[in-house]
């Protein structure tokens, strides 16, 4: 049963350009969570979805957007990329309260 | 406002030796509860978590944490320390009519094992 998963693992971005992470629930999970995990930092709440609409949302701009698919899957995006963006964007699914994190996307903005 | 804090942002005990790590939390009402363990250029995994009932709660690799309502605590301890636990540990909080789904993390504490 595979777990999390994330893509890109890394990437590398201009400031002011846009970027598309994905992720890929585990099996039967059908809740995704999206986290911004800056260095030294605890994961910070950015969204979470739930049958295709945005149910929660953090105290982020809205340069990040987000979108799930039938299939559960995940984006997150971000526009207007800024140097404060560099993080680790962790993914996390969700069953009967329990949350299950992916490997993370590595973003540098430049 | 809702938070977690974690006092001790660095943590060095000897291999064998017993690890007690604090957090404490200030929310509206008792959350769920939850530890997660974090090595280099890894997700998080979780350790345990407390959702009700008995407040001693036992977890994987040998971890358990205890809940003190009266001190807003969630303190997580291992009797005996592997060099294998060397790694970041995040304790976080989540609502329970939410089932827990925004998790509130605090900054981490950073765990090193000495030989």
């Known amino acids: 049963d595979a777990g999390v998963t994330q893509s890109p693992t890394h990437l590398i971005k201009t400031r002011g350009q846009q970027v598309t992470l994905r992720c890929s629930p585990k099996s039967g999970h059908d809740t995704v969570s999206w986290y911004q995990q800056a260095l030294g930092q605890g994961p910070q709440f950015i969204f979470q979805?739930?049958?295709?609409?945005?149910?929660q949302r953090g105290n982020f701009p809205d340069r990040f957007s987000g979108h799930q698919f039938p299939n559960y899957s995940s984006e997150l995006n971000v526009n207007a990329l800024l140097l404060g963006d560099s993080a680790l964007y962790l993914c996390a699914s969700r069953k009967n309260s329990e949350q299950y994190f992916g490997p993370g996307t590595r973003l540098t903005v430049t | 406002a809702q938070s977690v804090t974690q006092p001790d942002i660095h943590i060095t005990v000897s291999e064998g030796a017993s690890l007690e790590l604090r957090c404490n939390y200030s929310?509206?009402?008792?959350?769920?509860l939850f530890w997660y363990v974090q090595s280099p250029g890894q997700g998080l995994q979780l350790l345990l978590k407390y959702f009700s009932g008995d407040t001693l709660v036992q977890g994987i690799k040998g971890f358990e944490a205890e809940f003190k309502r009266s001190q807003s605590s969630f303190n997580l301890r291992k009797p005996s320390v592997h060099w294998s636990d060397a790694a970041e540990y995040f304790c976080a909080v989540g609502a329970r009519g939410d089932q827990g789904g925004k998790l509130i993390f605090g900054q981490g504490t950073e765990l090193s094992v000495k030989p």
């Open positions: 929310y509206g009402a008792t959350p769920y």
């Open positions: 979805y739930y049958e295709e609409e945005e149910r």
